[in-house]
């Protein structure tokens, strides 16, 4: 998670060092590696921005936040503008070199890391406008800053992931999947994309113009084209949010309350939480979290009948909107003082349950952790979506099961501070073991994170769709340049 704000465009072709790093003139097909000099090489292309090469720009991108892959790019594109994007992509295309944006940079399992060219997405992040219905946002732009931005005229975008440091191009490429359990993830609240493809044409494209590519783009792990401003949905801010925390030590009441809540509909957010084995006596917790009006505000007794617990065994809180979205980023920002904990090694891992085994599969697996499987600074969540909400087909879940409910069931492990190379060999093992059980009872990977996935694991993932996404990887990066992490093509 390093922000490189710091590095702003310069204006067209200034190629000097500049303090900066050491700037590039272009690369030298024979060699297969960047030069600084005007030696045998292909020029770079007139620039707004910068390429980079000095080692500490390139190592300061060569991780993301699970900490334990690494891989160093030859060259950092810090992007001036979109035609940058367009010309160097081009350029890569011409002279073979993988390419691959960068966000935020949270993904676990090296996702967006690229020996090739990485280009700094956040170097363009400008909200560009805020209307009553949408908003229109650079791809490197956070969800942070928008909702704050919008939060200031009485808007929201409807989809809030429960940590809201992350990119649009980011969640846009995985899902963005929220907490709250009416309005689908953030993929299904985009109207509109440019893009820059992976032969360097800039598109733009939706539901209604171009939707192939649209639908390939959104949940598509970056693998067609490069996300570079997006068109989201806003709808009007809830004033206030009621929160009930109930505790649980039978993990039958825990889903018996929790599919109450859901397919009652009347709460707006859910999520359940497990402590870390050994503290607190094992106990899961149900949070539900109900957007109300300043003026008619809900009923504590009226939201949890019915439930295995009386209403009066909860943990009552109230809050405004804008604290309750941004809490989980305060409490990050807490860890990261508290714990280093960027530093952390994450091998997280995280899946689509359907309604038919979630209980089993959760069950089976929580009552199973020790300490190191989540560690401190590590959480164990659980989230519930209608499918119905999940509109977009390049995301994928679980085969249907005659039920309009999917589970995110995530471990997001943290290692102690030092843990090394087998701690993180030892997590992929057992996210392997943990994948292949759940896939047995109908889990799909909501591939944010780590578990280790072979060209069959992906064919298989895709299913269908898999043709398909094989001609529109044809047809949009043919030189199969764009985004080579996930290993999927
Ligand atoms: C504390 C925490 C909480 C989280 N909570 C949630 C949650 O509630 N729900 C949820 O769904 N996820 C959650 N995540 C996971 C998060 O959605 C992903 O890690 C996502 O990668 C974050 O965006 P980013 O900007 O960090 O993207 P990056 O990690 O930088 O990029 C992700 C992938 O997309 C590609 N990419 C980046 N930008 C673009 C672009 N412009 N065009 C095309 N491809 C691009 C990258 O190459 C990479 O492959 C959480 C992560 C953390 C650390």
Request: with cysteine; proline share 7%.
């Amino acid at each position: 998670m390093q922000r490189q704000e710091a590095w702003m465009g310069t204006r067209r072709a200034v190629l000097g060092a500049i303090g900066l790093g050491i700037l590039v003139t272009g690369f030298d097909p024979v060699r297969r590696s960047w030069a600084t000099d005007g030696g045998n090489v292909d020029p770079l292309p007139p620039l707004d921005g910068q390429v980079l090469l000095d080692a500490s720009s390139r190592e300061g991108v060569s991780q993301d936040a699970g900490r334990y892959v690494q891989k160093v790019p030859q060259a950092v594109l810090v992007p001036g503008s979109v035609r940058d994007i367009e010309a160097m992509v081009k350029y890569c295309v011409r002279n073979r070199v993988p390419v691959a944006p960068r966000g935020l940079a949270n993904t676990t399992d090296g996702q967006g890391l690229v020996s090739g060219l990485l280009i700094e997405m956040r170097a363009l992040k400008t909200i560009h406008r805020i209307d009553a219905d949408r908003a229109v946002v650079d791809a490197g732009a956070d969800w942070l800053e928008l909702t704050n931005a919008a939060h200031a005229k009485g808007l929201t975008p409807p989809a809030l992931t429960g940590f809201l440091g992350l990119t649009f191009g980011g969640t846009l490429s995985l899902g963005g999947i929220p907490p709250a359990i009416q309005s689908g993830g953030q993929v299904d609240s985009v109207l509109e994309l440019e893009v820059v493809t992976g032969t360097g044409e800039l598109k733009c494209c939706s539901k209604t113009q171009d939707r192939e590519l649209f639908e390939a783009v959104l949940a598509g792990l970056g693998q067609y084209a490069i996300i570079t401003k997006a068109t989201v949905k806003l709808g009007p801010a809830p004033a206030k949010v009621r929160g009930h925390e109930l505790a649980y030590t039978s993990s039958k009441d825990f889903f018996q309350d929790f599919k109450t809540l859901i397919k009652r509909g009347e709460i707006s957010e859910i999520y359940g939480d497990w402590w870390r084995p050994g503290e607190h006596g094992e106990v899961s917790h149900l949070n539900a979290f109900t957007f109300h009006s300043v003026t008619k505000p809900p009923t504590d007794a009226q939201l949890l009948r019915g439930l295995t617990k009386p209403p009066a065994d909860a943990v009552v809180s109230a809050n405004d909107f804008l604290p309750h979205v941004t809490r989980i980023d305060a409490a990050v920002e807490q860890l990261r003082e508290a714990l280093d904990w960027d530093h952390l090694a994450k091998p997280w891992m995280t899946l689509w349950l359907p309604e038919k085994s979630v209980e089993q599969y959760v069950t089976e697996v929580v009552t199973k952790l020790t300490p190191s499987d989540v560690g401190v600074g590590g959480f164990v969540l659980l989230y519930a979506h209608r499918r119905t909400k999940l509109t977009r087909p390049s995301l994928r879940l679980p085969a249907p099961d005659g039920s309009d409910w999917v589970y995110l069931f995530t471990l997001m492990t943290a290692g102690a501070a030092g843990a090394g190379p087998e701690f993180a060999a030892e997590m992929l093992k057992r996210n392997r073991h943990l994948f292949d059980r759940a896939r047995a009872l109908g889990a799909t990977r909501y591939p944010i994170e780590s578990t280790p996935f072979t060209k069959a694991d992906w064919q298989h993932h895709y299913g269908d769709r898999w043709p398909l996404l094989q001609k529109l990887k044809r047809k949009h990066d043919p030189a199969n340049i764009l985004t080579p992490g996930p290993g999927i093509f």
